[in-house]
Each structure stands twice: as C-alpha cells, then as structure tokens.
Nanobody
Framework: QVQPVESGGGLVQAGGSLRLSCAGS????????MGWFRQAPGKEREFVAA????????YYADSVKGRFTISRDDAYDTVFLQMNNLKPEDTAVYYC???????????????????WGPGTQVTVSS
C-alpha cells in the first residue's frame, strides 16, 4: 500500500499562488488515481481535485475550477496541485489520497480512497 506524503503548504496573501506536491512512500504513485481534499477548522473534509490513472481525466470542485490544476509527473513519481488566485476561504489542511488504478467509480468523494497523507497546512491571508 502506498503512503502519500504532502508538501508545499504555507502562508500566502490573497491572490497569490502555491504548489502542493504529493510523493509516494512504499510504492510508486504511478499505479494510483490520486485526489486532493481539504478540511478547514470546524468543517468536514471536502473534495478539491482528482486525476484518474487510466486516461488521465481530471475532476475539480466547483469552488476551485479555473484556479487550481491537478497534474502528475510520473518521472518524479509526484502529483501536484497548482493553486492560483488563492482566497481566504481556501485556508485549510490539504490532504493527498490514493486509489487503485483499477477503480472506475467516482473520485470526487473521500470514501473510495485507500491511503491518505498526513496533510499540509495552507493559510491564505486577506
């Protein structure tokens, strides 16, 4: 089972950008569809973006469409979340999650994912 590990979080002003990275520990991420989720204080974990291993289709929450981009670099075995035009409401802990490439169902909710990273904090100041 792969163990995702996130990095790249931090403090940024509204309108700024951050790029989160997710690397795999134990097994290569190339065998998995990957998702990004976030959880703000007092709120439930919510879907942000996902990329399917087979076909490479990407999916986004309406709240981040046009601002965030999910991608993967198999050469470096890393999945990225490029976040542009950040808003204070994007402040949350961001989690990377992995799901077997053989899964063909929906990726925009937390339940299917098998492995989760510990999270990285993103704080957007106004």
């Amino acid at each position: 089972q792969v163990q995702p590990v996130e990095s790249g979080g931090g403090l940024v002003q509204a309108g700024g950008s951050l790029r989160l990275s997710c690397a795999g520990s134990g097994r290569t991420l190339s065998m998995y569809s990957m998702g990004w989720f976030r959880q703000a204080p007092g709120k439930e974990r919510e879907f942000v973006a996902a990329i399917r291993r087979t076909g490479g289709n990407t999916y986004y929450a309406d709240s981040v469409k046009g601002r965030f981009t999910i991608s993967r670099d198999d050469a470096y075995d890393t999945v990225f979340l490029q976040m542009n035009n950040l808003k204070p409401e994007d402040t949350a802990v961001y989690y990377c999650a992995a799901k077997s490439m053989y899964y063909n169902g929906a990726l925009d909710f937390a339940n299917p994912y098998d492995s989760w990273g510990p999270g990285t904090q993103v704080t957007v100041s106004s």
